[in-house]
T-cell receptor
Framework: SQQGEEDPQALSIQEGENATMNCSYK?????LQWYRQNSGRGLVHLIL?????REKHSGRLRVTLDTSKKSSSLLITASRAADTASYFC????????????FGEGTQLTVNP | ETGVTQTPRHLVMGMTNKKSLKCEQH?????MYWYKQSAKKPLELMFV???????ENNSVPSRFSPECPNSSHLFLHLHTLQPEDSALYLC????????????????FGAGSRLTVL
């Protein structure tokens, strides 16, 4: 079964609005990461949150982790057109060691 | 850009051709990965090398053959591919696959877009 699953699959917002993307996973994890991918490019690491952390910030990014619900959310505040990309969560499970399992991603479109 | 360089960026090949994808990293990392990204599907881990030793072959068909001559270079040799193998092939590297802290952060290349006719 797939580990990380993001929702929504696609999100379209106006510049300046906040964007929230969610990730659910099935098995226990050591940490959860969020990556971003611009069209036709590689993935870029954004932020990592460990299983004993509940919230983490990096610039306009805010990540939360709820291990009891096996879910995480990525909030991008004051979005910009340049934030348009696909966003993926990745988990390394207690059974898979440090191997990362990626979800299908959320396609975010920020309209100017 | 990221420290992981993939060539070629685009490749079109027939089913009987033999070609290779190349990945190079200058980050001093010891683990390198090949991922396959197809439309509407999650990234699929294909191969992992840690300190030049293959540590993962995720049931990949033998028409894909990896080679890791050193910790900085990774190749994916392709032969007799099928049209369904058309995808974006992503190379990534990390400090060490087997980190005790469990914080295995990957640095990806820009990918090689493969089209099999």
């Amino acid at each position: 079964s797939q580990q990380g699953e993001e929702d929504p699959q696609a999100l379209s917002i106006q510049e300046g609005e906040n964007a929230t993307m969610n990730c659910s996973y099935k098995t226990s994890i050591n940490n959860l990461q969020w990556y971003r991918q611009n069209s036709g490019r590689g993935l870029v690491h954004l932020i990592l949150i460990r299983s004993n952390e509940r919230e983490k910030h990096s610039g306009r990014l805010r990540v939360t982790l709820d291990t009891s619900k096996k879910s995480s959310s990525l909030l991008i505040t004051a979005s910009r057109a340049a934030d348009t990309a696909s966003y993926f969560c990745a988990t390394d499970g207690e059974t898979s060691g440090s191997r990362l399992t990626f979800g299908e991603g959320t396609q975010l479109t920020v309209n100017p | 850009e990221t420290g992981v360089t993939q060539t070629p960026r685009h490749l079109v090949m027939g089913m009987t051709n033999k070609k290779s994808l190349k990945c190079e990293q200058h980050l001093g990392h010891n683990a390198m990965y090949w991922y396959k990204q197809s439309a509407k599907k999650p990234l699929e881990l294909m191969f992992v090398y840690n300190f030049k030793e293959q540590t993962e072959n995720n049931s990949v068909p033998s028409r894909f053959s990896p080679e890791c001559p050193n910790s900085s270079h990774l190749f994916l040799h392709l032969h007799t591919l099928q049209p369904e193998d058309s995808a974006l092939y992503l190379c990534a590297s990390s400090q060490d696959e087997l980190v005790d802290s469990g914080a295995n952060v990957l640095t990806f290349g820009a990918g090689s877009r493969l089209t099999v006719l």
